[in-house]
T-cell receptor, first 108, second 114 residues
Framework: GEDVEQSLFLSVREGDSSVINCTYTDSSSTYLYWYKQEPGAGLQLLTY?????DMKQDQRLTVLLNKKDKHLSLRIADTQTGDSAIYFC????????FGSGTKLNVKP | DSGVTQTPKHLITATGQRVTLRCSPR?????VYWYQQSLDQGLQFLIQ???????AKGNILERFSAQQFPDLHSELNLSSLELGDSALYFCASAEWRAGANVLTFGAGSRLTVL
């Protein structure tokens, strides 16, 4: 069936770039999304990319999509301690499928 | 405030009991999605409603049921509760934004079954 996979943890130092990766199985996904979940809160949409795009940039966030390899990544430039959260990748093929989330830990 | 309201925020109950979680979508959104987030299983899709009708079903147990009412609020009913049902339950409503279907999540209802 449809699946979205992410690595579980990422640790970076403040000021470095973070790259969170995601793979998905169904190439018919029209849009792919990144959500952020802070402790005790719901998921907040960060950005999304249309499947015919390769890249989308939004301030410190850069999304890269390799449709051939079904690989999506989120790069956060100049990572801050406030970026510490769980980041979810999601794909929309008939239903929304979410990855298991990547917990980003930013060390001062 | 995301505009999606979920109540209650926290709920503690015993095994075998039944609870109802409530969700009000963002004003104007017709779709409601329910998700379960447990520690070891990430975010699991349960069910989707659109304008009062069931649209899609995920890994929802037979002990669970949901509905969406004419005013578009939705309720998720969990019965014969087991310890393993302890989780965060999220509701999300969907809107079209620049051609993309985008989910907006509520803050969640944390259910603890003792």
């Amino acid at each position: 069936g449809e699946d979205v996979e992410q690595s579980l943890f990422l640790s970076v130092r403040e000021g470095d770039s973070s790259v969170i990766n995601c793979t998905y199985t169904d190439s018919s996904s029209t849009y792919l999304y990144w959500y952020k979940q802070e402790p005790g809160a719901g998921l907040q949409l960060l950005t999304y990319i249309f499947s015919n795009m390769d890249m989308k940039q939004d301030q410190r966030l850069t999304v890269l999509l390799n449709k051939k390899d079904k690989h999506l990544s989120l790069r956060i430039a100049d990572t801050q301690t406030g970026d510490s959260a769980i980041y979810f990748c999601a794909a929309n093929f008939n239903k929304f499928y979410f990855g298991s989330g990547t917990k980003l830990n930013v060390k001062p | 405030d995301s505009g999606v309201t979920q109540t209650p925020k926290h709920l503690i109950t015993a095994t075998g009991q039944r609870v109802t979680l409530r969700c009000s979508p963002r004003s104007g959104d017709l779709s409601v999605y329910w998700y379960q987030q447990s520690l070891d299983q990430g975010l699991q899709f349960l069910i989707q409603y659109y304008n009062g009708e069931e649209r899609a079903k995920g890994n929802i147990l037979e002990r669970f049921s949901a509905q969406q009412f004419p005013d578009l609020h939705s309720e998720l009913n969990l019965s014969s509760l087991e310890l393993g049902d302890s989780a965060l339950y999220f509701c999300a409503s969907a809107e079209w934004r620049a051609g993309a279907n985008v989910l907006t999540f509520g803050a969640g209802s944390r259910l603890t079954v003792l």
